[in-house]
C-alpha cells in the first residue's frame, strides 16, 4: 500500500499542520517519493481552508463607501499561488510516474520494504549461475511474511517448493521451465524434483529477483558462492559476494587477490565493486578512483576498486574475501 497523506487546518489557531504528502515509490531499487492522490486532496483541503480565513480576515479593514485594496488584491494573488502549487505537483507527479513505468518501479510502503529487506539479513543468502553466466539469487525460508504479497499459490515451501519472484518468475516462463505454479523442475541448481509453489507480487525490492527455498532443498542447491544482505536504515541493501576462489564467469580476470593486506598498523581488505554500486558511491564521494580507501567499511579498512559492467546483478554487489566480517 502506498503511504498516503493527511493535512488539515487548525482554524482556531490559524496553524496549517501536515503530515505525509508523498507516496513511496521504488525506482531502480531506491526508495523516492512523489505526490499521491491523497496528498493532493489533503493539500487542496488546506489551501481551501487557509483561503477562508485570509479572505475573512481582510474585513477587518474593511470600510464602507472606501475602496479595499486588500480585499481586491488577496484573492488574486491566492489563487495564483493555489493554481502554480498544483501546476508544480501535477508536473513532479507526472515525472515520477513516468519514471517509475520505466524502471518497472511499484508502489509500496516504506515499512514493507523495510521489512522485507529484514528478511533477507536474517536468512542465508547464496548466488548460483545460469549456464549463460548469469546470476541468480536464492534464499533459504520455510515461509514469508506478509509483507511480501503473493500473485498466485502459496508462499509456504516447506514441501519442496520453490516461491518465484515476479521479475525471475517471468522470466523463467518466456524460457519455458514451468507455466503454472504447481510445475515441477525436476533438475533445479543441483536440487531434485522442486515443485513451483507460488508467484510473488511485484514489489521493486530484491523479491524480485530471487528464488525461496526451504532449508533443506537450499542446502542441495549446487552455488557459487555465499551472500550476505545488509538492510540499511534508509530502504536500501547492500549485497556482499564472498569469492571463496569461485570469480563470476562475467567477471573473469577481473578479480585479482581479495586477500587482506597490511598498511602501517591497519589491516585494509580489496572490495570489488559492481558498476552500478561504485557509481553511486561516487556520487556520494565515498572515493574517487580505484585504489582509494575507506576507513569503517561495515567495519572494515578497505581498498576500493570498481568493475566493469555486467548488466545483471553482479553490478550491485561488492566481492570480498571470506575474511571480511559485514557489520551491520
Not at 14 to 20: P, V
Not at 247 to 261: R, V, Y
Not at 272 to 301: P, Q, R, V
Request: aromatic fraction near 8%.
Amino acid at each position: 500500500m502506498p503511504v498516503l497523506s493527511t493535512g488539515y487546518f487548525d482554524e482556531s489557531s490559524t496553524r496549517l499542520k501536515s503530515r505525509e504528502l508523498m507516496a513511496t515509490v521504488m525506482v531502480d531499487g531506491n526508495i523516492r517519493t512523489a505526490p499521491s492522490a491523497g496528498g493532493l486532496a489533503g493539500l487542496a483541503m488546506a489551501l481551501s481552508s487557509i483561503s477562508v480565513v485570509t479572505n475573512s480576515l481582510t474585513l477587518r479593514s474593511y470600510r464602507a463607501g472606501k475602496r479595499n485594496w486588500v480585499s481586491t488584491v488577496t484573492p488574486i494573488a491566492i489563487g495564483v499561488l493555489f493554481i502554480g502549487l498544483f501546476v508544480s505537483f501535477a508536473k513532479l507527479s507526472s515525472q515520477m510516474e513516468s519514471q517509475t513505468a520505466m524502471a518497472g518501479g511499484v508502489l509500496v510502503s516504506q515499512e514493507s520494504v523495510k521489512s522485507i529487506n529484514k528478511t533477507f539479513a536474517s536468512v542465508d543468502n547464496a548466488v548460483a549461475f545460469a549456464d549463460s553466466g548469469t546470476p541468480k539469487l536464492f534464499a533459504a525460508v520455510n515461509t514469508l511474511p506478509a509483507d511480501f504479497a503473493i500473485a498466485s499459490g502459496s508462499v509456504d515451501t516447506s514441501n519442496r517448493g520453490v516461491v518465484v519472484g515476479s521479475d525471475e518468475a517471468k522470466m523463467m516462463q518466456e524460457e519455458g521451465l514451468f507455466k503454472n505454479v504447481g510445475d515441477v523442475l525436476p533438475e533445479f541448481f543441483g536440487a531434485k524434483n522442486v515443485t513451483v509453489v507460488g508467484i510473488l507480487n511485484p514489489t521493486g525490492t530484491l523479491a524480485d529477483s530471487y528464488h525461496f527455498l526451504s532449508p533443506d532443498v537450499f542446502a542441495e542447491l549446487n552455488t557459487a558462492a555465499r551472500l550476505q544482505v545488509v538492510a540499511e536504515e534508509n530502504g536500501s541493501t547492500k549485497l556482499f559476494y564472498f569469492t571463496q576462489n569461485a570469480t563470476p564467469e562475467k567477471l573473469a580476470g577481473k578479480i585479482e587477490s581479495t586477500s587482506s593486506a597490511k598498511i602501517g598498523n591497519s589491516t585494509y581488505y580489496p572490495v570489488y565493486i559492481g558498476s552500478n554500486e561504485a557509481e553511486m558511491m561516487k556520487e556520494a564521494k565515498l572515493f574517487k578512483k580505484d585504489g582509494d580507501t575507506i576507513k569503517g567499511f561495515f567495519g572494515n579498512n578497505a581498498i576500493v576498486y570498481t568493475l566493469p559492467k555486467t548488466d545483471t546483478e553482479l553490478d550491485t554487489m561488492h566481492f570480498v574475501d571470506a575474511s571480511f566480517v559485514v557489520a551491520d
